[in-house]
T-cell receptor, first 112, second 122 residues
Framework: DIVMTQSPLSLPVTPGEPASISCRSSQSLLNSNGYNLLDWYLQKPGQSPQLLIYLGSNRASGVPDRFSGSGSGTDFTLKINRVEAEDVGVYYC?????????FGGGTRVEIK | EVQLLESGGGLVQPGGSLRLSCAAS????????MSWVRQPPGKGLEWVST????????YYADSVRGRFTISRDNSKNTLYLQMNSLRADDTATYYCAKVRPTTEPLRGFDYWGQGTLATVSS
């Protein structure tokens, strides 16, 4: 199974400041078509998860452009340009290269 | 507007069974693969199972293979998860999730339901 490791576990942030979350996979997520099969999700408190980024760097419909995804192979980063209060919650990465699909353990973002 | 409405959760004894349903609307159900993802109380997300558009191909996590069965009824726009031989560690909120538009069934999820809680306890 592909193991997904996120860091940090917890991230206190100041509104208006940038934030960054790392996700590392135990093997490359780059497929034969040149796509990185890595998604990012946000689960806000008391809500279901929502898709933020797919294929490593593509923002999902309706996702603000302050969110961006980057990286390739085994190292990926989710960046929030300027954190807003509504961005609090737990962020998860997910690999979809091969079954079983595996999530990272999550990064809790909270306002300082 | 895409809507996914799960039902069927509840309290069941170890060794018992539950059947979860997910009623879908707002999109062409028979053109999208569907999945179940679960979340134990206070813990992270775990992919459970995926089914392709016509139900001919299914995938399972090792932890549920042989005990859970995913299926769909495209005439009713409904996804199912039959859960047998339930164990305490199956206790979780189960989310129905629509696979984002792609030819591959094993891809990420662009819409999620609100979840249904299944509790396995004596």
């Amino acid at each position: 199974d592909i193991v997904m490791t996120q860091s940090p576990l917890s991230l206190p942030v100041t509104p208006g400041e940038p934030a960054s979350i790392s996700c590392r996979s135990s093997q490359s997520l780059l497929n034969s078509n040149g796509y990185n099969l890595l998604d990012w999700y946000l689960q806000k408190p008391g809500q279901s998860p929502q898709l933020l980024i797919y294929l490593g760097s593509n923002r999902a419909s309706g996702v603000p452009d302050r969110f961006s995804g980057s990286g390739s192979g085994t190292d990926f980063t989710l960046k929030i340009n300027r954190v807003e209060a509504e961005d609090v919650g737990v962020y998860y990465c997910l690999q979809t290269l091969q079954p079983p699909l595996t999530f990272g353990g999550g990064t809790r973002v909270e306002i300082k | 507007e895409v809507q996914l409405l799960e039902s069927g959760g509840g309290l069941v004894q170890p060794g018992g069974s539950l059947r979860l349903s997910c009623a879908a609307s707002g999109f062409t159900f028979n053109k999208h693969s569907m999945s179940w993802v679960r979340q134990p109380p206070g813990k992270g997300l775990e992919w459970v199972s995926t089914i392709n558009i016509d139900g001919a191909t299914t995938y399972y996590a090792d932890s549920v293979r042989g005990r859970f069965t995913i299926s769909r009824d495209n005439s009713k726009n409904t996804l199912y998860l039959q859960m047998n031989s339930l164990r305490a560690d199956d206790t979780a909120t189960y989310y129905c999730a629509k696979v984002r538009p792609t030819t591959e069934p094993l891809r990420g999820f662009d819409y999620w339901g609100q979840g249904t809680l299944a509790t396995v306890s004596s």
